[in-house]
């Protein structure tokens, strides 16, 4: 251990510092906020802040250059990364345990490696051999991958320097752990300062580094955000339990806008890139429509056409129930409600089920017609035209609203043979070919025009 250092305590809500653990925090009274920290040494500080340059720059004259960027083997990564990964970047993968996280690492990690670059990976969760029957089962190589079995990150820096890898991998950053630090590996205290010192390094040595997290049951990835604040990007992967689709999304990305989303497939021989989402997700969709409705939605920059399905049933006893996969319960209680007052469907006496084909999760408000229609579709027992897509927002007087980006949402639609779009009156957008838009103003007219029992089809031009 180095001299001159010791460990502190701080508030992370007021930075109120204390020498031992406390509960609550004197000065903001909030309870377990204290972390505990590394505190440098004055010498110590002076020396790190010397690799950086410290005198001012006037910003003319400062390089502009990009270093290259380091493309991975899916394209799909590259994409939600911004073009591949920045040389000296930290991004953090996270994701619910089991979802894929050490997978997808490994894949991307042999597929850079067999281009002759050195990976290190650094596993503190699964032995050699374990990671060994993983490639094989992946049918991964190894050459220039090198696997590290180890927790200490004293001695994982020390390998850092010596093995001068071109990418780093650190599987997970919950189980490195600081000597220095006597809280357990996996506390606030022990990721915050696990994650600086990997910081430090990438951005010395120029490296990209990639850490892999589990996602704590409230959705933050263990310590309250303090990762999301250091490392460059946060890119999480997320699947429903059962279904075998993965989405990487970045949530945070300092070299390239969030909102990306790249899709997988989980197979025996690992995560398969989804090259045509649309029609992966509508493969399976029904030639009887009653209660389907399919919906361009936007993910990122790119369309997705996605299913939504809708069950009314009668309630038999008590409060009816309304139950959304995939959809936010809140935009499901709203839509139910314009329904109810605006279009006059008897909802009241009904439990209604809505859900997203896929394990997906769509929570545009775009989506709102195609939920209406799979409702209104479900209860009057009306097939919805198997060529028609919907589009729009629903306001609260049954009127319906733009939504952004239909160009993009109707050309994805064209493209997988969609004839029709019903869409809110007021977009002017160009019409792809081969489709033909129907315009309405609400969305009792929109039930009409859509349903073909109970409504008339004839004035669908
Ligand atoms: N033999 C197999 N065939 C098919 N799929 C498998 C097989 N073994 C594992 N999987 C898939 O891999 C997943 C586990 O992946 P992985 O270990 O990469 O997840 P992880 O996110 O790293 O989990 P953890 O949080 O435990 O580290 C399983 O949930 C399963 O879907
Ligand atoms: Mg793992
Ligand atoms: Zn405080």
Not at 34 to 56: D, G, I, K, M, Q
Not at 84 to 102: A, E, T
């Amino acid at each position: 251990m180095e001299k001159g250092r010791r460990t502190v305590f701080v508030c992370q809500q007021c930075g109120r510092e204390s020498i031992k653990w406390l509960g609550r925090c004197p000065d903001c009274e909030g309870w377990n906020t204290f972390v505990e920290s590394v505190v440098r040494s004055p010498s110590s500080r002076r020396s790190a802040s010397r690799v950086l340059s410290t005198a001012p720059q006037e910003l003319s004259q400062v390089s502009g250059e990009q270093t290259p960027r380091l493309t991975l083997s899916f394209a799909e990564c590259n994409r939600v990364l911004g073009g591949g990964v920045v040389p000296g970047s930290l991004v953090l993968i996270g994701g619910d345990p089991g979802i894929g996280k050490s997978t997808l690492l490994l894949q991307v990690s042999a597929a850079v490696a067999q281009g002759g670059r050195k990976v290190l990976y650094v596993t503190g969760e699964e032995s050699p051999t374990q990671v060994k029957l993983r490639a094989n089962r992946l049918g991964l190589g190894g050459e220039w991958l090198f696997i590290l079995p180890e927790t200490n990150m004293e001695v994982i820096m020390e390998q850092l320097e010596e093995a001068s890898p071109d990418m780093v991998i650190i599987d997970s950053i919950q189980t490195v752990y600081l000597d220095q630090l006597d809280s357990a590996p996996g506390s606030v205290g022990q990721i915050r300062e696990c994650t600086m010192k990997l910081m430090q390094w990438a951005k010395t040595a120029n490296v990209p580094v990639l850490l892999s997290g589990h996602v704590t049951k409230d959705g933050a990835i263990a310590g309250p955000r303090v990762l999301e604040h250091i490392v460059d990007a946060v890119l999480y992967l997320e699947g429903e339990q059962f279904s075998a689709y993965r989405l990487l999304r970045s949530v945070k990305n300092r070299f390239g806008s969030t909102n990306e989303v790249g899709i997988f497939e989980m197979r025996g021989n690992g995560l398969v890139e989804v090259t045509n989402p649309s029609e992966a997700f509508l493969s399976q969709r029904p030639t009887e429509t009653v209660g389907s409705a399919v919906v361009p939605t936007l993910e990122g920059t790119r369309p997705l056409l996605v299913e939504i399905q809708a069950l009314t049933s009668t309630t038999s006893f008590g409060f009816p129930r309304r139950t959304a996969n995939g959809v936010d319960f809140n935009r499901l209680l709203v839509i139910t409600a314009v329904l109810t007052k605006r279009a006059g469907l008897a909802l009241g006496n009904q439990d209604i089920m809505v859900n997203v084909v896929g394990g997906l999760r769509v929570n545009e408000p775009a989506a709102d017609l195609g939920i209406a229609l799979a409702i209104a579709s479900s209860l009057r027992g009306a097939a919805i035209d198997p060529g028609l897509v919907a589009i729009g927002e629903l306001g609260l007087s049954g009127e319906l609203r733009a939504v952004p980006h239909v160009d993009r949402r109707l050309s994805e639609s064209a493209k997988l043979g969609f004839k029709r779009c019903l869409m809110p009156k007021t977009m002017k957008v160009d019409v792809p070919q081969q489709m033909q838009l129907i315009g309405v103003e609400s969305v009792r007219e929109a039930l009409r025009k859509a349903l073909t029992k109970g409504g008339d089809k004839a004035d669908a031009t």
